[in-house]
Every structure is written in C-alpha cells, then in structure tokens.
C-alpha cells in the first residue's frame, strides 16, 4: 500500500475554507484514497472518499488530480467543532486494508 | 444508527497479567478490524476477520496477543502476558465487505494502561 505524506499540524479560523493536501506518491492503479477524522478519545470516522477527479458530500470535499499522486481534502467554513485529526489513507479495492500515519491535527480558532 | 461495540471503555492492569477486550461490530458487517493506537499516533492494523477466519495478521505480535472471532460476529482481542509497551488504545472497526471501496466504522476504543 501507499505510503501517505501530510503536514502535521494546520491552524485556522472559524468561517475560514481549510484545504489538506496529502502525497500518496506510490498509489497503486486499484487504490482509493479515503479521509478520516478523529476526535480525541474517539474512533475514526469515515469522511469521504474518492478514486480520481472531485467527490463532494455534504461535509468535505476531495480533489485528486490525474495522476492521482496526491489528493486535497477540502472543508468549507470550519467551526470549533471542526478541531480533530485528519487522516489521508490509501486503501486497496482488493482486502480493504487501511494504513494510517500520523495525521493532521487542525486547530480551528474563533 | 447502528455502532461498533466495545467493551470496556477504560482497563487498567498490571505488566505480566492477562487482558481482554470486546467488540460487537455493526449487525451484517462481515469484515471486523482490531487497530492499536498508541498516543499520537495513527491507529495501526493488528487483525482483520472475514467472517471467522484471519484474513490478515501479520502485525499482531503472536507471542502475546490473540484475537478470535468464532461465531463471524463478535470478536475478543486478548494479551497475555501484557507489557508496559502495550499501553494504548485499542480500536475495533466493521465493514460489509473487505473491498477498499467499504467504509470502515469504528467503535468507541478501549483504553488500556499497564502499570
């Protein structure tokens, strides 16, 4: 599986558009590339997800470019409620097995 | 909305004593995942199930954790004998099928301290 690269910490401000971008340099042709957020002493939950081009739901939305070597996890309008750790994740179609690094730990401000 | 179950939230034991952990995934999902999380880290995989069998252990150190799903529904993790290292929190995720495409959903945690 990829290895994903992403910054370790971003700030913002409430109301703001925060954009993360991740590197998955090696992604296989059959991976998909999946966002993840946590809270503190809480799961993972799932965010989004996409193969290639934009995928928008109704909290993120998720930009891959053609060559599919990184990706940009977009939030519009960031509230308090938005601080957490994001994590980009390459997963393969085939097992579904899922490597997380270290995240990126957004702190909004007001 | 359905949810992973895991039990118990919070355990703390002593180093060469014996712990285990619960989890009950999300009804139908056939596909259940036990993750470590040590603080300040992405979680990382230890075990996937597909229905009852091991479909992927390769990061679970055998010597001292176990995991058995034997009925293809609910799971147990067990440490035996736990170590000071093994601190962390333990997660357990479901989803349907194990295909990359699937949403993983994650329980709760428990949060395991060896003194």
């Known amino acids: 599986l990829a290895k994903t690269t992403q910054p370790i910490s971003m700030d913002s401000y409430e109301g703001q558009e925060v954009n993360i971008t991740c590197s998955h340099n090696n992604i296989a042709t059959n991976d998909y590339i999946t966002w993840y957020q946590q809270f503190p002493s809480q799961g993972p939950r799932f965010i989004i997800q996409?193969?290639?081009t934009k995928v928008t739901n109704e909290v993120a939305s998720l930009f891959i470019p053609a060559d599919r070597k990184s990706s940009t996890l977009s939030l519009p309008r960031v509230s308090l409620s938005d601080t957490a750790v994001y994590y980009c994740l390459v997963g393969s179609s085939n097992t579904g097995k899922l490597i997380f690094g270290q995240g990126t730990t957004l702190q909004v401000k007001p | 909305e359905a949810e992973v179950a895991q039990s118990p939230r919070y355990k703390i034991t002593e180093k060469s004593q014996a712990v285990a952990f619960w989890c009950d995934p999300i009804?139908?999902?056939?596909?259940l995942y036990w993750y470590r999380q040590i603080l300040g880290q992405g979680p990382e995989l230890l075990v996937q199930f597909q229905d009852e069998s091991v479909v992927d252990d390769s990061q679970l150190p055998k010597d001292r954790f176990s995991a058995e799903r034997l009925k293809g529904v609910d799971s147990t993790l067990k440490i035996q004998p736990a170590e000071l290292g093994d601190s962390a929190m333990y997660l357990c995720?479901?989803?349907?099928?194990?295909?990359?495409?699937?949403?993983?959903?994650f329980g709760p945690g428990t949060r395991l301290t060896v003194l």
């Open positions: 995720a479901s989803s349907p099928l194990a295909l990359g495409t699937d949403t993983q959903y």
């Open positions: 996409g193969y290639k």
């Open positions: 009804s139908g999902h056939a596909t």
